[in-house]
């Protein structure tokens, strides 16, 4: 079952089981209101960049815990990569350091001593062992996850919690990407089948529609064969005014 | 304003704002096809004498990271435990330990290196900082809430995935009291304001309605004043088969 994935990777990412089919982009309709694409698209180049140049550890990267079927996925998302089709985003364990200095509001300047939720362990392999690869034409971010045994809730399985957050990163991620930077407005999961911890699960999101400063997007969290449909989960993702602060604007628009 | 919510806690929990008025227990409906009352409240009671059995270390104490707002909440709950209205939920790092030797699957008896989602970290106060206490007669979970500077999500705030995680639990808490073991189903969250790491708010959660094997509930997360309504959610849990794995019977149900 894994060469079939692999082989369907090959072609593409086709297999809708696997990774759904693209998107139609056309269904976002008109983007009303929203700043131009080029500005928000180039946050994720300017993110590579700060990194580079502050030469951050990059925790996207694989590490002795990753197992054989996510270093696989991950190869075959790495090729995909050499034609432009799909971008690896790199991931930090502090999120200030996923915002551009130009972008930073004031208050964000100041380091301090937090941490990534995601990214929150020091030990590699216990805690989300995940790595994001964006699809700019399709809207779309793909995130391999590797739950370890330290997210645990029903024993053997990963915590709805957990899933809950590599959904809303993964989603947000892709939100993002049209919207600049964006804040979760709803998020609404179904839990299909429980996620085995150590096991390897795609999670896939996508822009369904934009209106305004609102960002509608869906996302299917499956087995890396496809025959597993873990979780699927809509999002409503609010585009944020980059003058105010976060409590600022999140009271402005309800 | 603390002392305001001081005085409405020795009211006996009152003021709406801050925690909301006792939810209407007919509106449950009749209790079809779930397990008698008592076996399931009776788990909660299992759960402390398992603990006490074995010393395990009980995370849901207060310790040095606890704010004074944390602190002095605590205390008013633990004050109206004393006649049996509320009851303090302990938390133990392993999910194992949160169930009776009695009512372990086959496959759960065995220990393994794991650890419950919420208490992964083995410094206090940067992670998930709780406390649980049930009001069995209004079908009512609350959790004390501090989030930790290592659940950051925008720079300052709570991530949104570390909100839905004690969301999940507190409301699958609540769900366990009427129904034993269970799954949540659905879990939808509309985000309305952020919340500051290192704050202080109420998760507080309760039981809609029992239909069959299902069970609807739904939660509010306020500042400890009241005045700030932080995220509002709706979840549908599942009563687990006792006697089945959690792979069969989640696939069973849908």
Same mark, same amino acid.
């Given at each position: 079952m894994w060469r079939n994935c692999v082989r369907l990777a090959r072609r593409g990412l086709g297999r809708g089981a696997v990774l759904r089919p693209a998107?139609?982009?056309?269904?976002?309709g008109v983007v009303r209101?929203?700043?131009?694409?080029a500005p928000c698209s180039s946050l994720w180049n300017s993110v590579t960049w700060f990194s580079q140049a502050r030469q951050l550890k990059d925790y996207a990267l694989p590490n002795s815990s990753w197992s054989q079927g996510m270093m696989d996925l991950y190869s075959r998302f790495l090729e995909m990569c050499k034609d432009g089709t799909w971008k690896r985003i790199p991931s930090y364990s502090?999120?200030?350091?996923?915002?551009p200095e130009s972008l930073k509001l004031t208050a964000e300047k100041e380091r301090k001593e937090t941490r990534l939720f995601l990214r929150n362990?020091? %030990? !590699? @392999?216990?805690?989300f062992e995940y790595a994001m690869f964006l699809n700019p034409a399709e809207k779309r971010m793909v995130c391999l996850f590797q739950p370890g045994?330290? %997210? !645990? @809730?029903?024993?053997?399985f990963a915590h709805g919690g957990s899933t809950a957050t590599i959904i809303d990163s993964t989603i947000g991620g892709c939100a993002i990407f049209v919207a600049g930077r964006v804040m979760t407005a709803n998020l609404s999961i179904n839990y299909r089948n429980p996620i085995p911890l150590g096991s390897v699960v795609l999670v896939d999101s996508k822009v369904d529609q934009i209106e305004g400063r609102k960002v509608f997007l869906s996302c299917q969290v499956r087995s890396i064969d496809g025959q597993t449909l873990h979780a699927e989960a809509t999002a409503l993702f609010i585009q944020l005014d980059?003058?105010?602060s976060l409590q600022q604007q999140q009271m402005s628009f309800q």
């Amino acid at each position: 079952m894994w060469r079939n994935c692999v082989r369907l990777a090959r072609r593409g990412l086709g297999r809708g089981a696997v990774l759904r089919p693209a998107p139609t982009v056309s269904r976002c309709g008109v983007v009303r209101g929203l700043s131009p694409a080029a500005p928000c698209s180039s946050l994720w180049n300017s993110v590579t960049w700060f990194s580079q140049a502050r030469q951050l550890k990059d925790y996207a990267l694989p590490n002795s815990s990753w197992s054989q079927g996510m270093m696989d996925l991950y190869s075959r998302f790495l090729e995909m990569c050499k034609d432009g089709t799909w971008k690896r985003i790199p991931s930090y364990s502090s999120t200030i350091d996923h915002i551009p200095e130009s972008l930073k509001l004031t208050a964000e300047k100041e380091r301090k001593e937090t941490r990534l939720f995601l990214r929150n362990m020091d %030990l !590699e @392999g216990v805690g989300f062992e995940y790595a994001m690869f964006l699809n700019p034409a399709e809207k779309r971010m793909v995130c391999l996850f590797q739950p370890g045994p330290y %997210l !645990e @809730g029903h024993p053997g399985f990963a915590h709805g919690g957990s899933t809950a957050t590599i959904i809303d990163s993964t989603i947000g991620g892709c939100a993002i990407f049209v919207a600049g930077r964006v804040m979760t407005a709803n998020l609404s999961i179904n839990y299909r089948n429980p996620i085995p911890l150590g096991s390897v699960v795609l999670v896939d999101s996508k822009v369904d529609q934009i209106e305004g400063r609102k960002v509608f997007l869906s996302c299917q969290v499956r087995s890396i064969d496809g025959q597993t449909l873990h979780a699927e989960a809509t999002a409503l993702f609010i585009q944020l005014d980059s003058t105010k602060s976060l409590q600022q604007q999140q009271m402005s628009f309800q």
